[in-house]
């Protein structure tokens, strides 16, 4: 039972310790079927129909939650045949569509007011990145 629980904690790390999570385009499109087109603010929706969603911003809406609200919200994502779709699920949804914009909001800040020519290049990339989904040539 360590072992597993040492497992799960170690794929906990791993997952939080990378920039953005996938959501494979099946879950996209049963989230995007329940709770509308505000699943599309969560992250950059891909060619093949995943999306790359910051994983800050999922751990700031998690925090936001309560456990009870957020363990709601995780059984009702999991769940594809739960008919009575619970208030949980969404506002999961909302709060972390909430985060990414409020994270570029904050990077298009630091951008503007950055007065190092290289600082502001660079704070650039993030917001174009975080925007359009890529890395761009200079």
């Known amino acids: 039972m360590v072992n597993i629980a040492m497992l799960t904690f170690?794929?906990?790390i791993e997952e939080i310790a990378k920039k953005d999570?996938?959501?494979?385009?099946?879950?996209?499109e049963r989230m995007q079927e329940r709770f509308g087109d505000k699943v599309l603010k969560m992250g950059?929706?891909?060619?093949?129909?995943?999306?790359?969603?910051?994983?800050?911003?999922?751990?700031?809406?998690?925090?936001?939650l309560g456990t009870?609200?957020?363990?709601?919200?995780?059984?009702?994502?999991?769940?594809?045949e739960m008919v009575n779709m619970l208030q949980s699920g969404e506002t999961l949804v909302e709060r972390v569509g909430e985060a990414r914009e409020r994270k570029l909001r904050e990077l298009i800040g630091k951008f503007q007011s950055e007065s190092n020519?290289?600082?502001?290049?660079?704070?650039?990339?993030?917001?174009?990145?975080?925007?359009?989904?890529?890395?761009?040539?200079?």
């Not at 999570?21 to 996209?28: C, E, F, K, N």
């Not at 009870?68 to 594809?80: D, P, R, S």
């Open 10 to 12: 170690i794929q906990f």
């Open 21 to 28: 999570l996938m959501i494979p385009p099946a879950d996209v």
């Open 44 to 64: 950059h929706l891909q060619e093949d129909g995943s999306m790359l969603v910051p994983v800050d911003c999922v751990l700031e809406a998690a925090q936001s």
């Open 68 to 80: 009870q609200t957020l363990t709601e919200a995780a059984e009702i994502l999991k769940n594809g």
């Open 117 to 138: 020519e290289t600082h502001a290049h660079h704070q650039w990339k993030e917001i174009e990145k975080m925007v359009f989904g890529g890395d761009y040539p200079d």
